[in-house]
């Protein structure tokens, strides 16, 4: 199956994809966390990506459609896969679509939308900090780690994201609201579409996720493995 999570910079992907992946036995694949270790390595996508990140701006259609197909072709998704950050133009929107008919011959399952007001989004931003191993993103203030600036999961020394800055933050969402929205939509027109209320807490906002799922897939066996109460995997 592969899920798509759509919403605003800091709306929540990436929180909402750590713990759906803990439950799920889906890969989790997010076109940023993809960029930025390219950057860390220092590869030709990484260089190409770095200008762009920074100004906030979407690197170039071509470039990421290769990078997330190739991505998609690893045995670790072969199965299936919940793309964050990924498609974020129509144009991505179309290529992912075409791709995965002519590849693995299967379709986007259901699109996970997580609505929050542009205000809530950059207080996000502005007190998000990341785990560099693991990318699990904290909240200063919101979603605190038990131990002030260690991850919970591998006690790396968390970081923030330079392009969280206030400037670039505001930019990266004058584009997401300019490109991405209209994939709202899109998806819609096509009945995919899940809209999620992301101003809760982020315990509730998973709740919503796995209920609107659950209402799609009312089987017993399926419901508890979505609820994490099997060990069995949902990809089909
Ligand atoms: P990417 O890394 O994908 O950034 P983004 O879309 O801007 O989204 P974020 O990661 O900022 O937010 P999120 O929704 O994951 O929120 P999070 O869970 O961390 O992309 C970076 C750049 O790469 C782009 O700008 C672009 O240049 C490039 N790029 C990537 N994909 C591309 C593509 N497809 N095409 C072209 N270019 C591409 O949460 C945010 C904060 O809120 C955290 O502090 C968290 O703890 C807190 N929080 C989460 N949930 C809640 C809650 N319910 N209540 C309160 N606080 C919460
Ligand atoms: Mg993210």
Not at 114 to 119: F, G
Not at 180 to 194: D, V
Request: hydrophobic content about 35%; proline content about 4%.
């Amino acid at each position: 199956m592969y899920l798509i999570l759509l919403g605003a910079p800091g709306a929540g992907k990436g929180t909402q994809a750590h713990i759906l992946t803990s439950r799920i036995q889906i890969a989790h694949v997010s076109s940023g966390d993809l960029f930025r270790e390219n950057i860390k390595k220092g590869t030709p996508i990484g260089i190409e990506a770095k200008g762009y990140i920074d100004r906030g701006e979407l690197v170039p259609d071509e470039t990421v459609i290769e990078m997330i197909m190739n991505h998609l072709n690893t045995p670790a998704c072969r199965n299936g896969a919940l793309l964050d950050g990924f498609p974020r133009t129509i144009f991505q929107a179309d290529s992912l679509n075409n791709a995965l008919h002519e590849r693995f011959n299967k379709g986007i399952g259901r699109i996970i939308y997580v609505k929050v007001d542009t205000d809530a989004l950059l207080q996000r931003l502005s007190g998000r900090w990341i785990c560099p191993v693991c990318q699990t993103p904290y909240h200063e203030l919101n979603n605190p780690p038990k131990i002030k600036g260690i991850c919970d999961h591998d006690a790396a020394a968390l970081y923030q994201r330079d392009d969280d800055k206030r400037s670039t933050a505001e930019r990266r969402l004058q584009v997401y609201f300019n490109q991405t929205m209209p994939l709202i939509e899109y998806y819609k027109k096509q009945g995919l579409l899940l809209e999620i209320n992301g101003q809760q807490s982020v315990e509730n906002v998973t709740n919503d996720i796995i209920e609107a799922l659950n209402v799609l897939s009312m089987d017993k066996e399926k419901k508890d493995i979505i609820l994490g109460e099997t060990e069995e995997s949902l990809v089909a």
